[in-house]
């Protein structure tokens, strides 16, 4: 969906390095996810936020650190990248509950990241 | 702890056949259940929603039951073509988990000419 973006779309670091993936959003979303997405075991989220003052841990947050720069973006890093840390990461937002779409997420394209 | 399975990790079908998946969960109490599609390396694409006081869902040829008894959601694709092949999701939320989805890992649907 090209109303969520992420950058970059591709990465390969190496064991140790800081890592940051950016996810902007033109929905006007208040509320944005991230997860990563490894085969067999779905998606998995690793941190939400619901407004630009409200961050929280998902199931997976060990190793993660996030940051919401504004409504429209919110980034995701990791201090020391580890091997295990391979996957795909994806971004997703969804409006407010309360509206008639407030239930259903929208997904950015997926980062793709390779830690040697 | 709360468990969702998806029963078949992948399911091949003749074209024009119906395709059916199924979702279960365990120690959960879901409020909702989105079905969602997700194509090789893009993200997933919302397709149903059902709210736990419904029964069924219809949206072309898609459509999704939800029975709160059995704990399933079993979603169907009719007269089903080669452009339906793709991986498909079931997400749940609920109770004190507003705002957040706890996934499925996902069926992946061959549908063959």
């Known amino acids: 969906d090209a109303d969520v973006t992420q950058t970059p779309r591709n990465r390969i670091t190496k064991t140790g390095k800081r890592i940051m993936l950016e996810c902007s959003q033109t929905?006007?979303?208040?509320?944005m996810y991230w997860y990563r997405q490894d085969p067999g075991l779905g998606l998995r989220l690793i941190y939400y936020s619901f407004d630009v003052k409200d961050i929280n841990k998902g199931e997976i947050s060990d190793g993660y650190s996030v940051s919401r720069q504004a409504q429209a973006k919110f980034s995701l890093s990791l201090e020391s990248a580890i091997p295990n840390q391979t996957a795909l990461y994806f971004c997703a937002t969804s409006a407010v509950r309360g509206t008639a779409e407030s239930d259903t997420q929208y997904f950015g394209p997926g980062t793709r990241l390779t830690v040697l | 702890s709360q468990k969702i399975e998806q029963n078949s990790e992948a399911l091949n079908i003749q074209e024009g056949k119906t395709a059916t998946l199924t979702c279960n969960y365990t120690?959960?109490?879901?409020?909702?259940l989105q079905w969602y599609r997700q194509d090789p390396g893009r993200g997933p694409v919302f397709l149903l929603l059902i709210r736990e006081n419904e029964k069924e869902k219809r949206k072309e040829r898609l459509k999704v039951t939800f029975d709160t008894t059995l704990k399933q959601s079993l979603f169907h694709i009719t007269a089903s073509q080669p452009a339906d092949s793709a991986t498909y999701l079931c997400a749940l939320a609920g109770g004190t988990s507003y705002g957040k989805l706890t996934f499925g890992q996902g069926t992946i649907l061959t549908v063959h000419p």
């Open positions: 929905k006007g979303h208040d509320r």
């Open positions: 120690n959960y109490s879901p409020a909702y």
